[in-house]
């Protein structure tokens, strides 16, 4: 690779020895790295032909050496994450301007899945519950969880998702990962009910335990699922927002898998992880009660440290 042609950004963490790069110009990147890569190269041609707002595959094979690489186009130079950020101006309230660009690049997202369903058999939900939240690893690493409750919750949620359509999604959808242009990252991609990745853009912000510097207004977030559902019915299908809850729970899910439990001794990762517990809990509480979850009502990961007793049971 010329260095000329080519600056490095960032080494990826979805495959090892993988990095990005972009073009002296701008206008492409450069992604190296192996078996992942090349899985995620191969949808992200498939999504494009379908319609999905990703990058154009403009280039990929070998380098000399023998590492994978694909050349793409680029969608832009700030995430909707970078510029919540960036106009930030002393408050924490999110930019009306990148929720609205938010909203416009989730519907045609939601077009595109909702023009191109999967069939994937009878048992798709079930697979999707154990794909898009890790369960059998939250399961193994918090035994107190894998409860009749906790199951029984899982099977209300595939009972209220059947019949809808399984599309291919993105099961990491939110700011960092949306350009005005479209989506970038796709090598957590699967099966998914129609909804998932979008629906929870906005509501999986707390998640992150108020440290990301911004959150959205109620205000917004209503607007944002208001767009959303205008999007479903007009591609013929119901609106996505009231599973809002179902969505949310195995969400929780994904992000406590993502917190491994620790050694106390090591304070801050292991509150962190207690903090993801709370949360889950949190969460469960409300969709067994309502049939929703209402992350507003989630507290900080400050507030929780200030107030933090005992181990969170089921």
Do not use: C
Not at 16 to 31: P, Q
Not at 76 to 98: C, I, N, T, Y
């Amino acid at each position: 690779m010329d260095p000329a042609d080519w600056r490095f950004v960032k080494t990826r963490t979805a495959d090892a020895d993988g990095a990005v790069y972009v073009s002296a110009d701008g206008t492409r990147y450069r992604r190296t790295g192996g078996t992942a890569l090349r899985r995620e190269a191969a949808f992200q041609q498939m999504a494009a032909a379908l319609g999905y707002p990703v990058p154009q595959v403009l280039d990929h094979g070998e380098t000399s050496t023998g590492t994978f690489f694909v050349d793409e186009e680029s969608l832009g130079g700030q995430s909707l994450h970078e510029k919540a950020l960036a106009s930030l101006d002393g408050g924490r309230e999110l930019s009306d301007q990148v929720v609205d660009q938010l909203a416009e690049v989730s519907s045609r997202l939601l077009a595109a899945q909702a023009a191109h369903p999967v069939d994937r058999g009878p048992d798709a939900l079930r697979r999707w519950v154990e794909q898009a939240g890790w369960t059998r690893n939250v399961f193994t690493e918090n035994p107190d969880l894998g409860t009749h409750r906790t199951r029984v919750a899982l099977t209300r949620v595939t009972d209220e998702l059947a019949g809808t359509p399984m599309v291919w999604g993105h099961l990491d959808y939110g700011l960092p990962n949306v350009l005005p242009a479209g989506v970038i990252d796709w090598q957590h991609h699967g099966v998914t009910p129609l909804g998932y990745d979008v629906v929870l853009a906005l509501e999986v912000i707390p998640f992150k335990g108020g440290a990301k510097g911004y959150a959205a207004t109620p205000q917004q977030r209503e607007r944002y699922l208001g767009v959303l559902d205008s999007a479903a019915r007009a591609a013929g299908h119901p609106p996505v927002s009231p599973h809002q809850g179902a969505f949310l729970l195995i969400k929780s899910l994904f992000f406590l898998a993502l917190m491994r439990p620790t050694d106390p001794a090591r304070a801050d990762k292991h509150q962190k992880w207690q903090y993801r517990r709370h949360l889950f809990l949190k969460g469960l509480e409300q969709y067994e009660r309502t049939g929703n979850i209402d992350t507003a009502l989630f507290p900080t990961l400050d507030s929780f440290a200030t107030g933090q007793g005992p181990a969170v049971r089921p």
